[in-house]
């Protein structure tokens, strides 16, 4: 299931994520900062720290607070207080509804591809089928779509480093230049992904051409090539070709 914090913040201020609202509860509840602290598994100063600032957050206290030292203090939640902790509850219930309804993959995955931004042309998500360790290098089959997998090669550490595993989530990131177009079905290449498809769209330039795919499963891949090479190959809308990637051309990411 996907999760989020609501992060509330002024201009010159400390961040406050909204589990500070576990706090203000918890004092609400028992009246002392120190006790407060340990129900939420905080040091006092932690939590004496927290309280200030939400204090320093808000053009009102949130808190009435007396620091009695770790033996506790008089402190409760200002009427601005306990507005802020109804809104706080407010907020993260009207996310937890919208996340609800962007839960369609696994966790935080969702949330992760629309904030992602990347220098490459395509960016493919996909799940892990295969993982084979080499002496150095280690290949990845990434599941994009039914009957559409990548494969990438890339370092054992690196691997290791983005703690790829068989199940796992991958995007697979490939520069545009890389993707090379070719007539025909069953070409004999050193590429290891061969990748039918059909032209969707094509974009001329002065010298290059940009060529849109539709390989399938509702997945585009854009590549491209001189103008003179896409003039020579005909690529017009609706035409079949096939996009050869080589497998070290594909940058795998995690989040």
Not at 44 to 62: R, S, T
Not at 119 to 130: F, K, M, Y
Not at 185 to 204: C, F, H, M, Y
């Amino acid at each position: 299931m996907l999760s989020a914090n609501v992060t509330l913040e002024r201009p010159g201020l400390p961040r406050v994520a909204l589990a500070r609202a576990s706090l203000l509860q918890a004092i609400d509840d028992l009246g002392s900062i120190s006790a407060a602290a340990q129900r939420v598994g905080l040091s006092y100063k932690a939590a004496w720290d927290a309280v200030q600032g939400l204090n320093n957050l808000f053009d009102a206290p949130l808190i009435s607070a007396v620091a009695g030292g770790k033996a506790g203090g008089a402190t409760q939640l200002t009427p601005q207080g306990r507005a802020a902790l109804a809104a706080f509850r407010r907020v993260q219930g009207a996310l937890d509804a919208a996340l609800a309804q962007l839960d369609g993959g696994p966790p935080s995955e969702t949330l992760w591809s629309l904030g992602m931004k990347t220098s490459a042309r395509n960016a493919l998500r996909g799940r892990i089928s295969a993982l084979k360790p080499g002496a150095v290098n280690t290949e990845v089959t990434l599941r994009i779509a039914d009957g559409l997998e990548i494969v990438a090669i890339v370092t054992g550490q690196s691997a290791e480093d983005l703690g790829l595993a068989v199940g796992g989530s991958a995007v697979a990131l490939i520069e545009s230049g890389f993707v090379i177009l070719a007539q025909g079905d069953g070409l004999v290449t050193s590429a290891r992904n061969q990748i039918p498809g059909v032209v969707q769209a094509r974009e001329d330039g002065a010298v290059n051409t940009e060529v849109r795919l539709d390989i399938g499963g509702g997945k585009t891949l854009v590549a491209t090539v001189t103008l003179e090479s896409a003039n020579s190959l005909g690529l017009a809308e609706g035409e079949r070709v096939t996009a050869l990637v080589k497998a070290p051309h594909v940058i795998l990411a995690v989040e």
